[in-house]
């Protein structure tokens, strides 16, 4: 479980239900596997700390943090996509294309 610091308290969330996180400048939009979404008022960095022990949360993009257990398919070529069960289509950034394809394979 993490807990959430939401607008009116807190919400505590399963790790495991979340898809991905995408930073909205200063905010991190937080994407369930129940199709919610929850906007928080810290960054992507901060996620990507806190989250940091589970290993199956990737950094993918700058603007991206994936849940590589919710990941439908991916597509490698000129420029990499992401698909996620939620049929959100990522950008895989090529400075993190290495490493993703090496965490997905491990």
């Not at 898809?19 to 939009?29: L, M, P, R």
């Not at 008022?41 to 990737?58: A, G, I, P, V």
């Not at 597509?75 to 993703?100: H, N, P, V």
Request: proline share 1%; charged share 25%.
């Amino acid at each position: 479980m993490i807990c959430l610091p939401i607008l009116n308290g807190y919400e505590y969330v399963e790790v495991s239900q979340i898809e991905y996180i995408e930073a909205e400048g200063s905010y991190a939009n937080i994407q369930l596997t129940s199709e919610k979404k929850i906007l928080i008022s810290k960054n992507l960095k901060y996620f990507e700390t806190s989250l940091q022990h589970f290993d199956f949360f990737l950094r993918v993009h700058r603007s991206f943090l994936v849940n590589k257990n919710h990941i439908k398919s991916v597509k490698i070529g000129e420029k990499s996509t992401i698909l996620m069960q939620s049929l959100r289509e990522i950008d895989l950034a090529k400075d993190r294309k290495k490493e993703f394809l090496e965490a997905m394979q491990g």
